[in-house]
């Protein structure tokens, strides 16, 4: 055998491999609850796209929210992802309760969703899939619920330390804080 056609080999085998194992995960079919604006049904739903993100998803492979809402709390932490779509093809509505959100130790809220060290990930729709914050109960009154929260509000979409990242054909609105 040439080396020209090992080389081809070698990188044309692996490539086949990761495009037979790529999956699309239906959120809703893996377990969320659309249509559903009660708190327990926002946390199981924000607890199980942390678990999706962290534990379920491979590269080649799609995240898809289907044409419906879900209620979602916040503090979505995604570590390391690679290669990966995430379509949203309905609505994702971030809670507003402010008392139930995630923070951290030192009482710093958690932001809606942020990506660490991602690589090569894309957010995307085929039409106009839509993540609302819901940032109006965090801004409170104009001028006022800034002094009461401060810089303490989270920001809708937080990407650190990544690398490759494509947004289209979403409508990102009411953020709570500057995204």
């Known amino acids: 055998m040439n080396i020209r056609l090992m080389r081809s080999l070698l990188i044309w085998i692996p490539c086949m491999l990761l495009a037979a194992r790529a999956k699309i995960l239906d959120f809703q079919d893996i377990g969320g609850k659309p249509d559903d604006w009660s708190l327990h049904a926002s946390q199981a739903n924000g607890a199980l796209l942390n678990q999706t993100l962290s534990r379920t998803l491979f590269p080649g492979d799609t995240l898809l929210f289907p044409n419906r809402t879900f209620h979602i709390m916040g503090g979505i932490i995604s570590n390391r992802l690679i ?95 500057w995204t």
């Open 83 to 177: 290669s990966v779509t995430v379509r949203f093809e309905g609505t994702l509505i971030f809670s507003d309760n402010i008392h139930a959100w995630p923070r951290q130790s030192n009482g710093n809220v958690l932001e809606c969703i942020q990506f660490n060290e991602a690589k090569n990930v894309t957010l995307t729709s085929t039409r106009k899939g839509v993540i609302d914050g819901r940032g109006e109960r965090w801004w409170g009154i104009p001028g006022i619920g800034y002094l009461i929260r401060e810089e303490n509000r989270p920001r809708l979409i937080r990407f650190e330390h990544s690398e490759d990242i494509l947004i289209e054909n979403l409508i990102l609105k009411n953020s709570p804080y």
